[in-house]
């Protein structure tokens, strides 16, 4: 069975201008232990599919779809105090702001204990201990001394870690990191993306990688879904997809790529696709 198995997703936005259609019948799969990349550029519907599958999207949105399940479990039927007790311990999200989706009211280490009081009913000692194993498995250095800081006091690159502790705080099946690396200093990306890998693999969790860059496709994605304009063009294995793109939309993201450059100038991808192609998108 799929972890989290999504048909015929659509979210519409109502605004001043009228209902925008953000993600247009979208369909996708995540199995345990697998890596789902959704590429595709700025404004395509990833984020707002993802967040919608979680259940995170504000009352404008209208979220309709023909099954949206976890673990076979329907999330859009069930109540909302049900949903609560799945997100944030078995399905967790890392975001693209680090900085921001942290409180900056409160110590990392009162956030991140937060989470396990609240979802995994640990006791004071117990919480501070598991804690302090959590920014020990992300890599920050001094953890106990880490946990009275503020979100201010530490780098983009150290803020990233604490949300991935605080994401993996309650062992969740299903990962969904949402441009995890965008904000950070090209240093700092490479050594985020290896700490999401390696913990991926350790714990057999499902990642989903949401991202507007190949390169971290290639590296990451055992599978990869291609989103534009709020539609899927084109789902397929990772080395298919890189060997042999079927959409005219992919072989477009493919073709920017500095190291695919030809000439003096890399193309863009709107010189290279043309919009009416839309109309064949994969459902
Ligand atoms: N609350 C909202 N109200 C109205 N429109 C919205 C809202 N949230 C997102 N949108 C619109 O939905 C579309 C898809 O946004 P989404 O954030 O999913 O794109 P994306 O592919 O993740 O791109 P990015 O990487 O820039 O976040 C965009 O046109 C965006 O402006």
New binding site residues.
């Given amino acids: 069975m799929a972890l989290l198995e999504i048909e015929n997703l659509v979210v519409e936005?109502e605004?001043a201008s009228g209902p925008?259609r953000?993600v247009n019948g979208v369909s996708m799969k995540v199995h345990e232990g697998e890596v789902l990349a959704i590429v595709?550029e700025?404004?395509?519907?990833?984020?707002?599919s993802m967040l919608a599958a979680m259940g995170l999207l504000?009352w404008?949105?209208k979220v309709t779809a023909d099954k949206l399940t976890f673990n076979g479990r329907d999330l859009l039927g069930m109540p909302a105090n049900e949903r609560r007790k799945i997100i944030g311990k078995d399905i967790a999200m890392i975001f693209q702001e680090p900085v921001a989706s942290l409180n900056p009211c409160f110590t990392v280490g009162f956030q991140i204990e937060e989470v396990l009081r609240v979802h995994m009913g640990l006791d004071k000692a117990a919480r501070r201990k598991r804690a302090i194993e959590l920014f020990q498995a992300v890599g920050i250095p001094d953890p106990a001394e880490r946990l009275n800081s503020y979100p201010h006091q530490m780098s983009g690159g150290q803020c990233q870690r604490v949300m991935i502790a605080i994401a993996i705080a309650c062992n969740p099946k299903l990962l969904i990191a949402d441009?995890p690396t965008t904000a950070l200093d090209v240093t700092i990306q490479k050594q985020i993306l290896d700490l999401l890998m390696k913990l991926q693999a350790d714990h057999g969790m499902g990642l989903i990688m949401?991202t507007?860059n190949m390169g971290v496709v290639a590296e990451t994605a055992d599978r990869v879904v291609v989103q534009y304009k709020g539609r899927k063009m084109e789902e397929a294995d990772v080395l298919t997809l890189f060997a042999n793109p079927k959409s005219n939309y992919t072989r477009a993201l493919l073709a920017a790529l500095p190291d695919n450059a030809t000439g003096d100038r890399l193309p863009t991808i709107s010189e290279l696709f043309v919009d009416d192609q839309v109309e064949g998108a994969a459902r």
């Fill in positions: 936005f605004t925008f953000a595709g700025s404004g395509s519907g990833k984020s707002v504000p404008t949105a441009e949401i507007h």
